[in-house]
């Protein structure tokens, strides 16, 4: 389960969907004075090269953020994503998660960065020193399961938790919905952002278990799960990953109204597969 670099993937259109969504939460989170905390249980490098060895390998950058960065796209939400993004685009980069929130939390708000990874915790230590943010940040090498638990509940109380695990070993799926399951106890006003592939019979054993984990959290005891997902091509055989969704406990008001409006842009402009890309919101669990 160590195996696992994100640089491969970094700024593919799972990222743009991921990081779009993280940015709506974030912007929810900041409506309002009081702080705020960020709890990251995946958190990888932090910072990826573009130009590198791995992101060149598989290209897979250029049908994700390459690809949304030519979007004039009127949604404010994809424009301040863009604006985000083009500063290490620049560079030949893509930020991951932590950097992102690093870039848009406020001085009065706390941030929590967990990696297991031993190569991947000193580059995230060394990203976030150099980036530098306004927030006070904490960054701790452990599991990111085990540590979630451990601090929750948090202080300040209002939040959001990204849990964007890599899926290599098929029992992940069922531990990220038994620690869902005992986080939302512990602190059940918390907002957890779920991140997931869409995989095609190629996967083997693999495929369909993102859609049992989500129907399992739509039974978890939590006031509302909110579901995005995109596809950018078909559900075929060959198509390996064919898209992805996150899955949000407690989502905050209006998420979904916001996801609704800039999904088609996205995903005309990610999609290589017009006839097939598609993108939607559900509810599973609506608060009464």
Not at 3 to 15: I, L, P
Request: some cysteine.
């Amino acid at each position: 389960m160590l195996s696992y670099r994100h640089s491969f993937h970094a700024g593919n259109h799972a990222d743009v969907l991921k990081h779009i969504t993280q940015m709506l939460i974030i912007k929810k989170l900041k409506n309002k004075p009081k702080p705020a905390i960020y709890i990251d249980t995946h958190s990888g490098a932090g910072l990826y090269e573009l130009a590198g060895e791995e992101a060149q390998k598989t290209l897979e950058f250029k049908t994700g953020i390459t690809a949304i960065q030519k979007y004039q796209s009127e949604q404010q939400d994809i424009a301040d994503y863009q604006q985000l993004t083009n500063e290490f685009i620049a560079n030949n980069q893509y930020p991951g998660s932590p950097l992102i929130a690093a870039n848009m939390l406020r001085e009065q708000d706390k941030m929590v960065c967990m990696e297991l990874h031993n190569t991947e915790i000193d580059n995230l230590r060394d990203n976030l020193s150099d980036f530098g943010s306004s927030a006070t940040i904490a960054v701790h090498h452990r599991d990111g399961y085990e540590g979630l638990l451990a601090i929750l509940p948090p202080v300040p109380a209002r939040g959001l938790v990204l849990i964007d695990p890599s899926y290599e070993v098929a029992s992940e799926y069922e531990q990220v919905v038994q620690t869902l399951t005992k986080g939302i106890k512990k602190w059940s006003v918390g907002i957890f952002a779920i991140w997931y592939p869409l995989l095609s019979n190629r996967a083997g054993k693999k495929a369909g278990l993102s859609e049992k984990m989500c129907q399992e959290i739509a039974q978890l005891d939590c006031k509302s799960v909110l579901n995005v997902v995109m596809h950018v091509t078909e559900n075929e055989g060959d198509a390996g990953m064919y898209g992805s969704g996150l899955i949000i406990v407690n989502a905050p008001w209006q998420l979904d109204t916001d996801l609704d409006e800039l999904l088609p842009g996205l995903v005309n402009h990610i999609s290589a597969d017009k006839a097939h890309g598609k993108g939607y919101v559900e509810w599973l669990k609506k608060a009464e």
